[in-house]
């Protein structure tokens, strides 16, 4: 089982506090299909991702940019059982979704950019520190159920 100190569980929890799950999800996720582009794979459903005004301005990218979120809003509520929190995630991005799980990395990455871009100073090393592990927590418990 992960540890958490009460010192990581207050970054983690004062960073979500201070995020728009409107605003923040939607930017990952556009980022994640712009930097990465053969994510767009995946989201055939989403109409035209072929240029980054085009991925910006798409209403089902920013919809699944909240649900993401939404899902991750779960994680930072239910630190010690993540792993349990997302088995069916996993499961479903696995078997029915087929996502490459090394996708998750990259968009855990573009999440961290994004953050530290508009927090700017605050999001200092030992903030990003924690941060970073609750994502490598988030990755490996979607990863699971891969194996
Ligand atoms: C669907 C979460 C990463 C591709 C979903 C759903 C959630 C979710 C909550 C909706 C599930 C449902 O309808 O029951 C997450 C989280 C991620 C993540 C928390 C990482 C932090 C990714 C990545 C990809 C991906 C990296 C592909 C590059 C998809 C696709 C769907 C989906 C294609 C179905 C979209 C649709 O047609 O509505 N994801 N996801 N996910 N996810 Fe993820």
Not at 32 to 48: A, D, E, K
Not at 70 to 76: D, H, M, P, R, S
Request: glycine residues 6%; positive net charge; hydrophobic residues 45%.
């Amino acid at each position: 089982m992960v540890e958490w100190s009460a010192a990581e569980r207050k970054i983690v929890a004062d960073v979500w506090g201070k995020m728009s799950i409107d605003e923040i999800g939607p930017q990952a996720l556009a980022r994640l299909l712009i930097v990465y582009p053969w994510t767009q794979r995946y989201f055939g459903s989403f109409g035209n991702l072929s240029s980054a005004g085009s991925v910006l301005g798409n209403p089902k990218v920013s919809e699944h940019g909240k649900t993401v979120l939404g899902a991750l809003e779960k994680a930072v509520k239910n630190l010690d059982d993540i792993k349990g929190l997302y088995s069916k995630l996993s499961k479903l991005h696995c078997d029915k979704l087929n996502v490459d799980p090394d996708n998750f990395r990259l968009l855990a990455d573009c999440l961290s950019i994004v953050i530290a871009t508009k927090f700017g100073s605050a999001f200092n090393p030992e903030v990003q520190a924690t941060w970073q592990k609750f994502l490598c927590v988030v990755v490996a418990a979607l990863s699971s159920r891969y194996f």
